[in-house]
């Protein structure tokens, strides 16, 4: 098992800057592919980033490239999301994810582990 727990969220002015954390617990943090994911009212689940566990390789959204930056650091089980130039439509409840492996998928399926999601708002 992988316990996982967001902050970081907020309310924040279009253009304006966020980051979100993920601590992580349970099982060897460096044995899984770690994502970011994000759900509006009434749509689905969506990718946003994801990182490898070997490497940490970086994989983004392309609604996301060169704004957001994912990373994680091994030493203290914690995952980051740095989202600058945010817009109205990043508005959303925003999830950190464990995968099943070490490789990174953008299908929230393949993420069998989840925390509880923080909310970003940007006003326009």
């Known amino acids: 098992q992988v316990q996982l727990v967001e902050s970081g969220g907020g309310l924040v002015q279009a253009g304006g800057s966020l980051r979100l954390s993920c601590a992580a617990s349970?099982?060897?943090?460096?044995?899984?592919?770690m994502g970011w994911f994000r759900q509006a009212p009434g749509k689905e689940r969506d990718f946003v980033a994801a990182?490898?566990?070997?490497?940490?390789?970086?994989y983004y959204a392309d609604s996301d490239k060169g704004r957001f930056t994912i990373s994680r650091d091994g030493a203290n089980n914690t995952l980051y999301l740095q989202m600058n130039s945010l817009k109205p439509d990043d508005t959303a409840v925003y999830y950190c994810?464990?995968?099943?492996?070490?490789?990174?998928?953008?299908?929230?399926?393949?993420?069998?582990?989840w925390g509880q999601g923080t909310q970003v708002t940007v006003s326009s």
């Open positions: 994810a464990a995968a099943r492996t070490r490789l990174v998928s953008i299908t929230p399926a393949d993420y069998p582990y």
């Open positions: 349970g099982r060897t943090f460096s044995s899984h592919a």
């Open positions: 990182i490898s566990a070997i490497g940490g390789r970086p």
